[in-house]
């Protein structure tokens, strides 16, 4: 399996941006697919994850009402909508797939993107 993320840039306070990530490999439509993000001199943290179905769509109390998560099966790929951008959102987003994750916990996800930077600056 092999995650490719893009999307990222530099986007003003209250501007948004749509992340995508590309799964390379079987099964797609059995994973779980997870966002996490890490800014400078922070530990990585939970951002929204998605399951198998399209269902449990589940997210970070600090996105909640401002990011979407969703995915397409047939093209192998899981977005992460996110408007209402803030400075507070600065960071490298990551995307992360398993087959049986714990959905918050960044430790239980075998495969990961390369990450992609997103900078909210006026």
């Known amino acids: 399996v092999e995650l490719v993320d893009s999307g990222g840039g530099l986007v003003q306070p209250g501007g948004s941006l749509r992340l995508s990530c590309v799964f390379a490999?079987?099964?797609?439509?059995?994973?779980?697919l997870g966002w996490f993000r890490q800014a400078p001199e922070k530990e990585r943290e939970f951002v929204a994850a998605?399951?198998?179905?399209?269902?449990?769509?589940y997210y970070a109390d600090s996105v909640k009402g401002r990011f979407t998560i969703s995915r397409d099966n047939a093209k192998n790929t899981v977005f992460l909508q996110m408007n209402s951008l803030t400075p507070e959102d600065t960071a490298v987003y990551s995307c992360?797939?398993?087959?049986?994750?714990?959905?918050?916990?960044?430790?239980?996800?075998?495969?990961w993107g390369q990450g992609t930077q997103v900078t909210v600056s006026s």
């Open positions: 998605i399951g198998w179905s399209g269902t449990i769509p």
């Open positions: 992360a797939a398993d087959l049986y994750p714990t959905i918050n916990s960044s430790r239980t996800y075998d495969y």
């Open positions: 490999g079987s099964s797609f439509s059995y994973y779980t």
